[in-house]
């Protein structure tokens, strides 16, 4: 039992990590590399509570990271996201199951399409000549929150009920 509420602790950590992203990027168009970093600490500790094995499961994990890693550096590089858009999907693939991780990029996109169309409304609303930037930190999170919401935590709900 005590090794449930951890478990869900953790998943809550992570749920308060997103939102912390999401408000910083709005705030500043910034996401904080120790909040990245505390994110990607935290999933070792995820993995042993969720009985996760080193093979096959933990090195996908890290599979999926590191593709994730590859494909969006590579749109930092095009200068098509930014660099803690990049870090925050990279530490994410890492408490995701790649089933849930492509639901959320599914998600994400839907989000941030929605949050580009309202930013560029404001944008032109208030004549404003200089450089739009999107904090795409809020579609990564939400889809995130998404993700937890509908995959992960609903076995709380159950457990709860259950007992």
């Not at 500790?45 to 593709?67: E, I, R, T």
């Not at 929150?145 to 609903?154: E, I, M, S």
């Amino acid at each position: 039992m005590l090794g449930e509420y951890f478990h869900y602790g953790l998943l809550v950590a992570l749920a308060i990590a997103l939102i912390v992203a999401a408000f910083t990027d709005i705030r500043r168009r910034q996401i904080d590399n120790w909040l990245n970093a505390g994110i990607a600490l935290g999933a070792p500790l995820f993995w042993w509570s969720s009985g996760l094995s080193l093979w096959p499961d933990v090195a996908l994990q890290f599979g999926l990271a590191l593709g994730a890693f590859t494909v969006f550096a590579g749109l930092f590089a095009l200068r098509m996201m930014g660099g803690g858009d990049v870090k925050l999907l990279t530490v994410l693939a890492l408490w995701i199951v790649p089933s849930q991780f492509f639901k959320l990029l599914i998600i994400m996109a839907l989000v941030g399409g929605l949050l580009t169309i309202v930013m560029g409304a404001w944008h032109v609303m208030r004549r404003q000549r200089d450089r739009l930037a999107i904090p795409y930190g809020v579609a990564i999170s939400a889809a995130g929150l998404w993700v937890l919401g509908t995959y992960y935590l609903p076995a709380a709900t159950h457990a709860v009920g259950a007992g």
